[in-house]
């Protein structure tokens, strides 16, 4: 059995190459109705699911995601050696009360929207050196519980600038497996370049894209360099969520370092809505929304032979209402993980 | 190189024996009046540090935790593969704020008081596998930015019940490395132990001991089991932050499994001040209290030969005010991380 080994200053190579045993999302009713729809595994019409808030529903979403991967992959709780998560909400509380039933070693993580490429990332290296012999991935986020804590109450109707995002009602989930024990899985974790903070000086709490797109730039910058690859190595390079914005200002940011992305470059914000019908604005963000683009559309296309190498980088605006009350800048962060099928 | 092997259901040995190259702690006035004043690295007699706000006096603590931890090692900022760092206050911006200047690999974590723990272990577990050279976990807490987060205003003035614990306006780092290339370093981490959820249904979220304390008893339980082991095999089992009311608790709730703990347990809410004399009800709490613990007097004599085997808990409560309004239960946590000198 191999180690994992760093390559150049910032890259992990996973030299086991940890496999994608299952995945599952899930979602809400206008994710539902977006370009992807019939790739979720599972939709709710009803956006509070029954439960008597939209954080209880947040929860929801994340241990259903959880329980679709499990039983796609035919494996019980008590398989899994132990399971990253985070989310959004303050403390963290849509993952810790949508998993603590769950009887599996949480360990809590905080990345903002770049969630799942963090979980998918510390996952893979848990499994790739023997640590866990299969581990879980999840984030979630829901539109109610996050306009009511970042923004506005719903009922105040506050009115949405042009650079806005809107937050996903999804949460997606990654069970991730020893290689040697699943010979036959399609999909591999190659590996993963974790990245530094960035700071741009952004205040503008309502257009996270930009705060978030060099911290993108960074870790997409420092993979290629420490990999000596280029844009059109892959078949695809996602990133989540920049949406129109953000997604435009990281395309020209590498194009100043002379790297054109454009032809393979697409972002899970722009892809979760019809930026034309459904009224997004900059389009989607939240954990969930790039959790549940991965979880669905991505690596189902990757199952099915049509997508290859795919470079998927979740990005964080590491931000709190009380640090923006406070005046301060908007800190980004994004997270690499090299797929291949 | 060998590589981590899992020890029975829930334990994770390092069979490289990750070495500690260094550890710091800074500390406000209170925790400077305390018991174990002189071991920390710095305290200060003004709890703002200078800076205009609580949250930054707390990011702060822990930028200077880091910086110490460097310089004692005679490291610098590029030396450091990955930083594993959390807090108490919503989106963990103690932690962004406080480290985001230094250039390195960011991995935010959420384990409430758990997180010294939690981030000693994955980084231990990084550097074990060898996706990290090096790698710091740090964490801290601040008692007035916790107070207005999670209960009131100070200004307010709010009377305190007899089982609620006093955050601690504290932080902690501790920088690990691979043992091949640090042969002399004294202390070795020597497995960890990461805890699943409990919840006994307590919602008095002024005693957040008794919310911590079966969580604490699970992973205690979790790690005799998986490694054939009795408390006298161990100098000192360190839980923190139960304080009184929890540690008490704890003690019991092994008794009841025919496990006496109490010869060699002792909790770092219960040293971080003199509860006679410093009014802090059931004691000390804060992700930094455990940290300064452990990051001065307990790694100080381990160095020196005076403690041999340690095996460190971090409890943590992962409730928010939200789940707390919405009458919500209150998940604990724990983690175990075994150190040896």
Known sequence: MEMPSRKGKYTIELNTKPAVLSFAST???KEHEGPYGRYYDKNYNDTSLGESSWEKAESRLQNEAVNISLQKANLKNSDIDCI???DLLNQCI???FGLKGLNIPFLGQYGACSTMAQTLGIASLFVESGAAKKAIAVTSSHFCSAERQFRY??????Q??????????AAGAI???ARSDNLDAKVSINSVTFGRITDYGVKDVNNMGAAMAPAAAQTLLDFFSDTKTVPLDY????TGDLGKVGGDLLEEMMKEEKIDISPVHND???MIYDREKQDVHAGGSGCGCSAAILCSPILQQMDLGQLHRVLFIGTGALMSPTSSQQGETIPGVAHLVYLTA
């Open 153 to 158: 109450p719903l009922e105040y109707g506050g």
């Open 94 to 96: 849509s993952s810790t």
């Open 268 to 270: 899970c914000g722009l």
């Open 160 to 169: 949405r600038t042009p650079t806005s995002q809107w937050t996903a009602t």
């Open 84 to 86: 990253f998560a985070g």
């Open 175 to 177: 069970v991730i497996g």
């Open 235 to 238: 078949d695809l390079i996602l």
């Open 27 to 29: 979602v809400g009713k």
